[in-house]
T-cell receptor
Framework: QVQLVQSGAEVKKPGAPVKVSCKASGYTSTRYYTHWVRQAPGQGLEWMGIINPSGGSTSYSQKLQDRVIMTRDTSTSTVYMELSSLRSEDTAVYYCVSGIGGRFEYWGQGTLITVSS | QAVVTQEPSLTVSPGGTVTLTCGSSTGAVTGGQYPYWFQQKPGQAPRTLIYDTSNKHSWTPARFSGSLLGGKAALTLSGARPEDEAEYYC?????????FGGGTKLTVL
C-alpha cells in the first residue's frame, strides 16, 4: 500500500521561506519520481516541478524556477519542497505526487500554506 | 508557456455519456504529450484516472476512458453516476514541463 504523508499546515509571513515534506511508504523510493503540484483557494492545479530521487536531479516550472528547490533524503524516503520569498499569491494547498518514472500516480494529502502578515 | 484548454463546465444526465476535451495552444495533442486526466471532489486531493492517453489505474472505474479525438485529448464518461460529479483536470507534457488545463466542472443532473 503506497502512501505519501505530507507535513502539516503552516502560516508564513511575506518574504519568508517554507519547506514542505513528503514521506513515502510502500515502495522503493529510487524508482518513484515525485512531482509537486499546488492549488490556490478556488483555483486550478499548477505543476511546480519534479525530482528524481536517484541522483536528485530536478526540473522546475519556468514560473517558479527562481524560488523553488526540491530535495530528497533517500535514507528516510522523504522528499522536500522549499519555496522562498513567499508572497500572498503563494497561499495554496501543496501536493506531492509520485509514480514510477515520473507518472502521476499516488497523491499526498496536501499541505495548506498560508502567507499572511 | 503553452496553454491547455478545457471546457469550463459540462452537464450530463445520470446514465448518460459525456466527453471532456483537452486542447493545446501549440497545436494538436499527441500521444507523446502523455495526456493525463484527474478527478477532484470538493475538499479532497485529486486522483489520477487516466495516464498516457488511455491507460487506467486499478482504481479507475471502467466507465471512464481516454483517447485522442480531433486533435485533442478526450475523457469519455459512459453511464454517468451521481458520484462522478466533480472537477476534472487534464495535464500535458511539453518536453518535460507539465501544464494543467483549467479544469472542467462536471455536473450530473
Amino acid at each position: 500500500q503506497v502512501q505519501l504523508v505530507q507535513s502539516g499546515a503552516e502560516v508564513k509571513k511575506p518574504g519568508a521561506p517554507v519547506k514542505v515534506s513528503c514521506k513515502a511508504s510502500g515502495y522503493t523510493s529510487t524508482r518513484y519520481y515525485t512531482h509537486w503540484v499546488r492549488q490556490a483557494p478556488g483555483q486550478g492545479l499548477e505543476w511546480m516541478g519534479i525530482i528524481n530521487p536517484s541522483g536528485g536531479s530536478t526540473s522546475y516550472s519556468q514560473k517558479l524556477q527562481d524560488r523553488v528547490i526540491m530535495t530528497r533524503d533517500t535514507s528516510t524516503s522523504t522528499v522536500y519542497m522549499e519555496l522562498s520569498s513567499l508572497r500572498s499569491e503563494d497561499t495554496a494547498v501543496y501536493y506531492c505526487v509520485s509514480g514510477i518514472g515520473g507518472r502521476f500516480e499516488y497523491w499526498g494529502q496536501g499541505t495548506l500554506i498560508t502567507v499572511s502578515s | 508557456q503553452a496553454v491547455v484548454t478545457q471546457e469550463p463546465s459540462l452537464t450530463v444526465s445520470p446514465g448518460g455519456t459525456v466527453t471532456l476535451t483537452c486542447g493545446s495552444s501549440t497545436g494538436a495533442v499527441t500521444g507523446g504529450q502523455y495526456p493525463y486526466w484527474f478527478q477532484q471532489k470538493p475538499g479532497q486531493a485529486p486522483r489520477t484516472l487516466i495516464y498516457d492517453t488511455s491507460n487506467k489505474h486499478s482504481w479507475t472505474p471502467a466507465r471512464f476512458s481516454g483517447s485522442l479525438l480531433g486533435g485533442k485529448a478526450a475523457l469519455t464518461l459512459s453511464g454517468a453516476r451521481p458520484e462522478d460529479e466533480a472537477e476534472y483536470y487534464c495535464l500535458l507534457s511539453y518536453s518535460g514541463a507539465r501544464v494543467f488545463g483549467g479544469g472542467t466542472k462536471l455536473t450530473v443532473l
